[in-house]
């Protein structure tokens, strides 16, 4: 029968060993493991996580230690381990934020207070300490880590020259969309409203709102970078500055609007897809010629104005010329303007201005000459031909040559006709395509569906063309055209049934 032995430990000799960790410096290896593992007797678990403590402080003391050594990797090295198990710990956590500036990566310093803060207030439902804040401050980055509502400091919105008009629909249905989704695309070409009606969203926005122009942005330009000095902040290393800003824009619901976001490389378009999934209480609405076709993005193409823009024409005429109404026909010339313009707002503008010296008449009849250098209006919207400029360029080769091929039609195409004229290009894709950039129109009420170029798109392509290219397009369309009446039966010694007269009608501003 084996004998029992009886077992003692010499506390006194456990204490000494447990502060021997007090001592150690950057060249020694804390101690791993946890203390007497698997022992559950009362005095062991209190001494355990004296233990635990003494360990905690140790691990400070040398990880402050490499910093001063110059190693501030080793520095984190020392903390991280622990910081896995104890994540609430705050001792630990600047520790691990001073190793981090001291590596020169102050944006990684913001990462680990930001999850730090989260954690805190997330299972214990309160703020980090004022000391957390403190060492922020010490770090020169006070500004752009505590996320304090009144922190950053968010631009002053732009205030609107004028009240918006034609656009209830689109507002509606852009509102809608922000409610449901987290990235809405404003497109259309340029001159067509959208910053207006961007403008306007943020505005009404109920969120903190920060409205961004990146017009001035260069095509090796950074639209993160210009965000941050919108923000008034100070922009950290580059390679981490999405996870920067995402720390920065997500300390609340969020709406950020960035105007001319077709300025923004086709390199970093994916940075905002990064941006969204690294702050859930962001939402963004971007303007821009072209979709980004980016997961999650929701493209609203923004088309002419409601009624034609009438509303909008007069309003504009009568700050050039208050009396432009007194004129009994001046009404339904006005409206044939409007008609006549689309409902394209920066045509519009143009027109409005040509009435200081013209009546609403002689306006009517020097549309096809419309044009101008509208010098209260930003550089890219001075003229329609600037305004179209990037709007058609941006498109593929093929698409540009659909449009083409479609300015040569004043009253657009039914499907069945556009089918012969367009049928040698993918043109489903195309349109498609075109839609989203709102270069094109949709009547979804006629039947065929019928698709159209904007009027003012339509005479800028034409005024682009050689004067050979331009009859050369004017033949083939004769040509398509008579093809399509031998098609369909139509001919002088025909009898005209229903289904021709409908066909006829249909196309009767191409014929």
């Known amino acids: 029968m084996a004998s029992t032995q009886a077992v003692s430990l010499d506390r006194s000799l456990l204490k000494v060993e447990l502060h021997e960790l007090d001592r150690l410096d950057a060249t020694d290896s804390l101690p791993d493991g946890e203390f007497l593992p698997g022992w559950v007797d009362a005095w062991v678990v209190s001494e355990r996580r004296n233990a635990e403590e003494v360990r905690i402080r140790a691990a400070i003391r040398v990880s402050s230690r490499w910093r001063e050594a110059g190693d501030s990797s080793a520095s984190l090295n020392t903390v991280a381990p622990l910081i896995q198990r104890f994540p609430l710990h705050e001792g630990l956590r600047l520790s691990a934020m001073q190793a981090h500036a001291h590596g020169g990566s102050l944006v990684a310093a913001v990462s680990e207070y930001q999850d730090f803060r989260n954690q805190v207030k997330t299972k214990l439902g309160c703020e980090p300490s004022d000391a957390a804040s403190a060492m922020l401050e010490s770090l020169s980055v006070a500004p752009i880590a505590v996320p304090k509502p009144t922190r950053p400091t968010w631009p002053i919105l732009p205030q609107p020259t004028d009240e918006i008009v034609g656009r209830a629909e689109t507002l509606d249905q852009v509102s809608s969309q922000l409610l449901y989704s987290r990235w809405v695309c404003l497109t259309g070409p340029g001159g067509i409203g959208k910053t207006r009606i961007a403008l306007e969203i943020a505005h009404k926005s109920s969120l903190r709102t920060a409205f961004i122009s990146l017009a001035d942005l260069g095509s090796g330009g950074n639209w993160g970078t210009t965000i941050l000095g919108e923000l008034n902040i100070d922009s950290p290393s580059q390679e981490s500055e999405v996870r920067f800003l995402a720390s920065t824009l997500n300390s609340q619901p969020t709406l950020l609007v960035l105007d001319n976001a077709e300025n923004i490389p086709e390199l970093h378009r994916n940075d905002l897809v990064a941006l969204l999934q690294l702050a859930p209480q962001l939402r963004i609405l971007t303007t821009s010629t072209h979709p980004f076709r980016r997961n999650g993005e929701v493209v609203v193409a923004v088309g002419p104005l409601e009624n034609n823009g009438i509303d909008l024409l007069i309003s504009a005429a009568k700050r050039v010329r208050p009396l432009v109404m007194s004129h009994p026909d001046s009404a339904s010339v006005m409206a044939e303007v409007a008609r006549r313009l689309d409902g394209y707002p920066l045509a519009l503008r143009l027109a409005a201005a040509r009435l200081r010296f013209l009546s609403p008449s002689q306006l009517l009849g020097s549309l096809d000459q419309l044009s101008g250098n509208a010098s209260w209006l930003p550089e890219r919207h001075r003229s329609l031909q600037s305004a179209m ?116 009608d249909s196309e009767i501003a191409n014929l």
């Not at 540009?400 to 894709?429: C, H, K, T, W």
């Open 389 to 504: 400029r990037t709007s058609v360029e941006g498109v593929s080769t093929d698409a540009r040559e659909l449009l083409n091929r479609l300015s040569a039609y004043p009253g657009g195409l039914g499907m069945d006709l556009a089918q012969r004229v367009l049928g040698d290009l993918d043109y489903l894709i195309l349109l498609e395509q075109l839609l989203d950039a709102a270069l094109i129109t949709l009547d979804e009420k006629s039947n065929p569906v019928r698709v159209r170029l904007l009027e003012p798109v339509r005479e800028y392509l034409k005024t682009n063309l050689t004067a050979e290219e331009s009859v050369r397009r004017e033949r083939e369309m004769v040509e398509q055209c008579r093809e399509w009446l031998a098609e369909i039966g139509a001919g002088p010694t025909l009898p005209l049934t229903t289904a021709i007269f409908e066909a006829l």
